[in-house]
Nanobody, 121 residues
């Protein structure tokens, strides 16, 4: 069982920045691919970013490319999402997810509870 706990959400003005963190339990975090997703009110959950177990490969949704950066610290069992140049349309609940085997950027085995990000105009 893998437990994921997100933090770092909040209220920010358009153009601002936030860094989300996701702390994972488990001794084999360094072998997990990790991802971030988001869900805005009335919309389906959508892919934001993914990172391979080593951090060597990263993928982004077109809507966040160039503004968001996913990274990980395997020594701290933590994955991050640095969000810059935030827009009101980035407002959503952000979820991190873990994939225990392989690297399919849209398929995950465990999910966190989510953290709210609100961007005011």
């Amino acid at each position: 069982q893998v437990q994921l706990v997100e933090s770092g959400g909040g209220l920010v003005q358009a153009g601002g920045s936030l860094r989300l963190s996701c702390a994972a339990s488990g001794r084999t975090f360094s072998s997990y691919a990790m991802g971030w997703f988001r869900q805005a009110p009335g919309k389906e959950r959508e892919f934001v970013a993914a990172i391979s177990w080593s951090g060597a490969s990263t993928y982004y949704a077109d809507s966040v490319k160039g503004r968001f950066t996913i990274s990980r610290d395997n020594a701290k069992n933590t994955v991050y999402l640095q969000m810059n140049s935030l827009k009101p349309e980035d407002t959503a609940v952000y979820y991190c997810a873990a994939q225990v085997a392989g690297f399919e950027i849209y398929e995950y085995d465990y999910w966190g509870q989510g953290t709210q990000v609100t961007v005011s105009s």
